[in-house]
Each structure stands twice: as C-alpha cells, then as structure tokens.
C-alpha cells in the first residue's frame, strides 16, 4: 500500500508482492482519525484492540465484470484471514467496511472499533458499572433518583436497539468491564456498538497492471483500446520480458566465468589468448614469454614514440637496474634509510639514559645558582 501526492490529487496504489497485480485508486475525499475523534463527544482511544486482525466487510461488490472481481479478491486479502472455528469472540474488536456505490462505482471506507456492553441496563446503571468508584450522590435524596434520572448522562447516548443486542454464552469474555472483558457466569444479553476510529476514504479505481507497479494493462476507467491495439502493446511487453531474460542469462554466465576462472593449457589444443598472440605489448616481451624488467627502455621509447628520448629519461632507471644486477649499491654503507635509527643494546639504553638525567640535573643546579644571585 503506497500513497503519492501529485498536482492533481492524492493517489493509493494497492499491490501485491512479487508479483502484483497492482490497483491504482484516486482518493476523491479523505479524512484522518484526529479528525473523526474531534467530532465524537467521547472519542475511543486506542488499546490492544490492534493485536489482531479485523474483520472485513464488503457491500455492493458482487459483481461479473473482471475488475470488480479482482478487486473484491484483493481487498479480502488485505488482512489476515480468521478461521471462523478457532476464533474467540473476544479477539473480534475492529471492523473495516468497504462499499461500493453502484451508481458512481466509487468505494467508501470505514474503520470501527467493536465494543460490547451489557444490555438491558438504564443509562444510570450502565453509568455505575462503567467506573471505578461510586458516584457523588449528595445532592440526591435517594438512589432511586440518581438511577432514574439517568446518573447525569446526556440525551445524545441512544439507549440499546433491539437489532444491537447478542447473545453470550456462559463463560465467554465477551462484555466489557473496569479491567477488560470480563467472563460471563451465565448466559446474558449484550449490546454491540461500533465507534468510527477513522479515516475515512473515497476512492475511485482508475487502473489495473498485471505486475508489481508494471506490466500489461488489465483495466483502465479512463482510456479504451480495440482489441489490435491491445495484442500490439501485449508483443511489445512479452519481447521486453524476453529481452530482459536473455540478459539475466548473460548476467549469471559471467558471474559463473569470474567464479571459475579459465586454467591456461599447455596442450596443443590451448587457446590463442594463453600463448599472448596479437597482445599490443608483444615486441616488448622476453624471450621466455614473460615481461621482462631487462628491456631496453630506450630503444621500446623510439618504437612507440618515433624519435629519440632526451638525455637523461632513462638514466636513473638503468643506473638502478645494473645496481640491483651486480648486488646492489656504490660500495658505501650508507646506513639504514631515512627515518629509521639503528637498534641499541640494552647497556648502551641505560647508559644513554644515566647520560640525560645527569645533564638535565646540571641544568636544574644552573637554574638555582643564578636565581641566587639575583
């Protein structure tokens, strides 16, 4: 389920994954929950209600056209299915409506919360039940006023219609109480009542894609194609999907290339490219295949090139090379190289150290002379 905002309106797409379909709708109207309980006098507020899955009810969408049916089809497996067998009654807390006006083919959506209450009791009583602590009854003669006058509710709660009321079975959590549902001893009546939680939507279906997000067409309320039309645009998408196969395969091929890389052969069956032929490096190679760091840098420079190096390119290089070649270096201890210090024995450390510590206390005794003389 994704939302998107354009310059035209708001817009839900409902898909399924991997493989979709996906459902294009255009919200036509829309309120938020903050908005629904700021118009309720005593607005719901949210418990463990959201643990479990609701139950989904659809109006109007029996339907044989195709997309209706696939429609239908998407919005019962939005949520998770109930098995109506191993489901307790006290785990039925919400309820989400889905109605589709025939005329406009627009669809409404509704989110309650379920709450069950016991029936058969007066406004005052029901008012007693509902708190926790005994009400303030020292303006009333008798309590026989305070439970026929309604214990100060207001006329706005509509008493319990005779379609509201269910029966519980005994020793079902069903009714609500100070604590949560609370367990039935007997069989009793009680009254079901949905309060709206919101939000609220109006939606219009514009398309149908066969794919997550893409793919072929299925349902457009807006554009109509012939059926030429249609099997050009399905070729079209069928070789795309084929292109896009072909390249996988040529993906996974060299992925498996690089895992096992080629051994060279040294048969007479061995490939070309083992030997080095046709290698634009060829005329600088050693006679043994390899490349070789005795070659004339010179003579490889007025081949690439066509003209002579200056005087001095290559001389540091050479000089190096038959340095390296005839064991290494002018004959001079030059020493570790810069940076390093040479390692020093352990009577060489401590003699070194006493030598520190003494200068630094003739130091020290300079510093105290000449603060004394002056």
């Known amino acids: 389920m994704c939302f998107s905002t354009t310059e035209t309106g708001t817009y839900l797409r409902l898909a399924k994954m991997p493989r979709g379909p996906t459902l294009y709708f255009k919200v036509e109207k829309y309120c938020l929950c903050k908005d629904v309980a700021a118009s309720q006098r005593r607005p719901h507020s949210p418990g463990t209600e959201y643990l479990s899955p609701p139950l ?77 602590k005994l009400p303030d009854l020292s303006k009333y003669q008798d309590i026989s006023e305070y439970v026929m006058g309604g214990g100060g509710a207001s006329d706005s709660e509509a008493d319990d219609m005779d379609d509201s009321r269910v029966e519980i079975q005994a020793g079902q959590k069903a009714i609500e109480g100070h604590h949560g549902a609370r367990p039935t001893k007997e069989a009793e009546e009680a009254a079901v009542k949905l309060t709206e939680v919101g939000p609220r939507m109006r939606l219009s279906l514009l398309k149908i894609e066969d794919g997550f997000c893409q793919g072929e067409v299925l349902y457009h309320s807006q554009v109509s194609k012939d059926p030429v039309e249609v099997a050009a645009r399905r070729a079209e998408m069928n070789k795309r999907k084929a292109d896009k196969e072909a390249r996988k395969q040529q993906q996974r091929e060299n992925v498996q290339k690089k895992k096992h890389p080629r051994v060279s052969s040294t048969g007479s069956d061995a490939d070309d490219s083992d030997t080095g032929e046709g290698h634009p490096m060829d005329s600088v190679k050693g006679g043994d295949g390899l490349w070789s760091d005795d070659d004339d840098d010179v003579a490889y420079y007025k081949q690439q090139v066509g003209e002579e190096p200056e ?54 005794a300079k510093k105290r002379i000449k603060s004394k003389k002056k």
């Open 56 to 132: 989904v009810v659809l109006n109007n969408m029996q339907s044989d056209e195709r997309h209706l049916k696939l429609t239908d089809v998407m919005i019962q497996n939005l949520f998770p299915a109930i098995d109506v067998d191993t489901v307790k009654l006290q785990q039925c807390r919400r309820v989400v409506l889905f109605r589709r006006d025939p005329e406009t083919g627009e669809f409404d959506l509704r989110h309650y919360v379920v709450n069950v209450k016991a029936a058969g009791l007066t406004k005052g009583v029901r008012k007693i039940l509902r708190r926790p």
């Open 311 to 364: 005087a001095g390119t290559f001389r540091h290089a050479k000089k190096a090379r038959v340095e390296n070649k005839k064991g290494g270096g002018s004959g001079k201890d030059r020493g570790p190289k810069g940076g390093e210090k040479a390692k020093k024995t352990i009577a060489e450390e401590i003699a070194h150290r006493k030598m520190l510590k003494t200068k630094r206390e003739k130091q020290k």
